[in-house]
């Protein structure tokens, strides 16, 4: 038997890559450079020396603070820069000193840029509401002798020169001087402000002047930039009416207060015209300085745009350098540093071929010292996986992380979750669907990649290759299941059975007769609609799910067998592999015998009857139940098997740690037992030196006896959970039976076009949201289940933890 084990296969496919611990000291003048390199490799895991340390106490705590922190405020300058439009290019900046100094460069231009701008924008907005005064506030001012209006302040000459824009004052800090020279005459105040403020505005004009105004206003024509907010708002032309100095100087007040812009505006209307030209001159002026400006502006961000991104991430890398440099010990004496590691066997070379091309561009006298240790922990689980792998191994991983070497449950997943998934969905027309939104996230992918998706449409094209499979699968069991959107077609050949009579209109009503072999691939569509269609499809279904049950769940115990035998536990094999395959086939695997040999035989047997009298009536004559020749002997043996398998369980495997417990420490054997039961449980910084502690049978045996208790009870309980396939697949068909006979054929049965189109809008909706969505997440998270619970339950530890190593590629875009 030892022989016949040993040439079996050690499935390293299945298995976690080989890892080691090796030891890295490093020379302070190549350590940065050493670092960079291993993070471009991205195949080694630090680990953290100074654990006991704060951040502050680390020995690049102040380097790492004043060369990197600094520059993200530069940074996220230029990223809400971004806005203004950058290019992206090629080029990096290798050098984060000389980086900084250009960055602080630009930063500076651009804040004098913007500044400039601003001023701009503000002497525009004031000019456009100068002239939108001046258009409107004419119509209320009657030119006349007797009220001459003097003391108008005329526009400045033009600001503009040869050598560019020279600043000026504001024109609303101008002097106004509206009124006419006649302190006794009629004056007037012209002015714009907000429409919401228009109203407690004229009130309070009315209160302070106690009534002795007249108030104007009118709409201006368009949404003005306010130059205080920089928001477009409506704004209400208004002209004040008044008498005397003392109103003068009240009005100008609640004017500023209320925030409402004065504006001089002539009564001569040769004068008017004049200053709306000079007006409309420098508005043309203005334009195309800003507009030049703008230009300018743009010109000096696309200047450092190509950079920005890889800017970004050399400041994310060099981050991530002095927090891995932090987690090394420093040694002062040697002036080197030290550090330890787990990196994948295969990678020994490539590491050692990285630290000697470091040692040689640092010009360092002494090289990298690279090293194996001997491991006292667990090691870090790593899988390689590609495309189509990753999403199977993240939905294994989110349950938990193998145990290092333990057989991975992700390479079976890979054909038996979609297949599981496809068995509670089956209907081609749906899997049609949803392999059309595969080929589309597919053939975008190279594009979807490099965008920044939500969170539904990244859970989608990550499992890009989990919705293929399964819908590929989906559609091997709809045709199988013979249903197109619950409509059956003849799609392999003719049916088997015609009517019972040649002469009766209804075969769905009086009957079928077999006449010729059977449909040759999947379920005869003759059977769509007829009496037994039902019952038949559900002794099917129920019946498939059994064998499936049955199928992964030894499929479970063939691989913990495989894992027993791989960490070297014969323990593991005797008294628990061993019982646990006699104590499930024995019931259930019986079962599963009976089932396939009535498929055969056609026999018209209850299988209920059969398995309930074997266990209360197992001597007693099986008369019409009977399967095969020697049936009732059988189950006999298979019942005493069960019933022995189980204190088989229970009993020989904490007697036996035990013994082997007293003989280790009377000096017989000085081994070490290979068994998961001895081991401690392993954390990621545990070591696992601790085997002398003193030996608890009776906690040894109650962990036993809980595991075996719950092996039985399972055996039960997970092979009912698996008539869950059943009962999805048979909703799904009926309710796809339901949209297609109750809302699509009902519409299409009557004349009014209005109706049909209805229902085929009713019809696609229910079949897009209900069918497509929320079945598929139906079947998907009870596919998950059986993975997790019935199959994963039987040999998995996930008590490991993530291979995680220092890597450029794995640092997000919001590490900060």
């Not at 002539?266 to 001159?281: A, F, G, H, W, Y």
């Not at 022995?644 to 000096?667: D, S, T």
């Amino acid at each position: 038997m030892d022989d016949f084990l040993d040439k079996l296969p050690q499935m390293d496919l299945m298995r976690s890559e080989k890892m080691t611990l090796v030891q890295l000291i490093i020379p302070v003048e190549s350590a940065h450079r050493s670092i960079t390199y291993l993070g471009e490799l991205g195949l080694l895991q630090f680990r953290d020396l100074n654990a006991d340390k704060s951040p502050f106490q680390r020995t690049f705590a102040n380097q790492s603070i004043s060369r990197v922190v600094k520059t993200p405020q530069a940074q996220s300058f230029f990223a809400y820069a971004n806005s203004w439009g950058i290019l992206t290019g090629k080029a990096m900046w290798r050098d984060v000193k000389e980086a900084a100094r250009q960055l602080a460069d630009h930063e500076h231009e651009v804040l004098e840029m913007n500044s400039n701008s601003e001023k701009l924008r503000q002497t525009y907005n004031e000019l456009l509401e100068f002239k939108i005064v001046l258009q409107k506030a004419s119509g209320f001012l009657v030119s006349s002798n007797a009220h001459a209006i003097g003391n108008e302040t005329e526009l400045h000459e033009s600001t503009y020169s040869n050598n560019g824009f020279i600043e000026t004052a504001s024109l609303l800090e101008q002097e106004m001087s509206p009124g006419p020279s006649n302190q006794s005459g009629l004056r007037f105040i012209s002015g714009i402000i907000n429409k919401e403020k228009l109203l407690r505005f004229e009130r309070m004009l009315f209160r302070a002047t106690r009534g002795n105004m007249l108030f104007n206003q009118t709409p201006s024509d368009e949404e003005i930039m306010d130059p205080s907010t920089s928001e477009m708002v409506e704004k209400i032309v208004f002209v004040v009416f008044f008498s005397g100095e003392q109103a003068r100087t009240k009005i100008l007040k609640i004017c500023e207060a209320f925030g409402a812009n004065c504006y001089p505006v002539p009564e001569d209307i040769t004068k008017q015209r004049q200053l709306t030209r000079e007006v409309l001159s420098r508005l043309s002026d203005l334009e195309a300085t800003l507009d030049a400006g703008t230009r300018h502006r743009n010109n000096a961000l696309n200047s450092v745009g190509y950079s920005l991104t890889k800017w970004m991430t050399t400041v994310r890398r060099e981050k991530a350098v002095y927090d891995t440099l932090n987690m090394l010990n420093f040694d002062v004496t040697k002036k080197c540093l030290v550090g330890e590691g787990w990196c994948p066997t295969f990678a020994k070379t490539q590491i050692h071929e990285v630290l000697q091309r470091a040692t040689f561009d640092s010009n360092s006298q002494v090289g990298v010292i690279f090293h194996v240790m001997q491991a006292v922990e667990s090691p870090p689980t790593y899988f390689r996986t590609n495309k189509l792998t990753n999403a199977f191994q993240e939905i294994i991983d989110a349950y938990g992380v193998a145990r290092y070497q333990e057989a991975n449950p992700a390479v079976y997943s890979v054909v038996t979750y979609p297949f599981l998934f496809a068995v509670m969905f089956g209907d081609w027309g749906h899997g049609l669907c949803l392999l059309l939104g595969a080929l589309y996230l597919l053939a975008r992918e190279r594009k979807l990649s490099t965008q920044k998706l939500g969170s539904f449409m990244e859970m989608l094209f990550g499992g890009r290759y989990v919705i293929l499979l399964m819908a590929l699968f989906s559609i091997y069991c709809g045709l199988i299941y013979n249903e197109f959107f619950s409509v059956p077609f003849h799609i392999f050949g003719s049916s088997a059975y015609k009517c019972r009579d040649t002469t009766c209109s209804n075969a769905y009503t009086v009957g079928l007769i077999k006449y010729r072999d059977p449909y040759p691939f999947g379920v005869d569509p003759s059977w769509r609609g007829s009496r037994t269609e039902l019952p038949y499809l559900n002794s099917l279904k129920m019946k498939m799910s059994i064998l499936l049950g049955i199928a992964q769940m030894n499929l479970g115990l063939i691989l913990s067998f495989f894992n027993a035998r791989f960490f070297g536990s014969s323990l593991d094999i005797r008294y628990q592999f061993v019982p646990q395959m006699i104590f499930l086939n024995s019931l259930f695997g019986y079962l599963s015998l009976l089932i396939i040999i009535k498929w055969c035989t056609g026999s018209q047997a209850d299988l209920y009857h059969v398995m309930i009298y074997m266990f209360l009536s197992p001597t007693e004559e099986l008369g019409e139940n009977e399967l095969f020749w020697g049936q009732r002997p059988l189950q006999i043996l298979l019942l005493l098997m069960a019933f022995i398998a189980v204190p088989w369980m229970l009993f020989p495997k904490p007697f036996a740690l035990r013994k082997i417990h007293m003989e280790r420490f009377q000096g017989r054997t000085y081994g070490v037992l290979g068994t998961s039961e001895v081991d401690l449980d392993v954390e990621p910084d545990s070591a696992r030196g601790h085997h002398e502690e003193e030996f608890n049978f009776s906690e040894i045996f109650v962990h036993q006896l809980i595991h075996s208790i719950e092996f039985v009870l399972g055996s039960v309980s997970n092979t009912a959970s698996y008539l869950r396939l059943w009962a999805l697949s048979l909703a799904h068909s009926e309710l796809s039976t339901v949209f297609y006979e109750k809302v699509l054929l009902l519409a299409w049965g009557y004349e009014n076009i209005l109706i049909r189109l209805m229902g085929v809008a009713v019809f696609a909706f229910a079949t897009a949201f209900i069918l497509l969505m929320m079945e598929t997440l139906s079947a998907f998270l009870h596919a998950l289940r059986l993975h997790w619970v019935e199959f994963m339950g039987k040999f998995f530890n996930g008590d490991g933890y993530k291979f995680k190593p220092f890597s450029f590629a794995l640092i997000s875009e919001d590490d900060e």
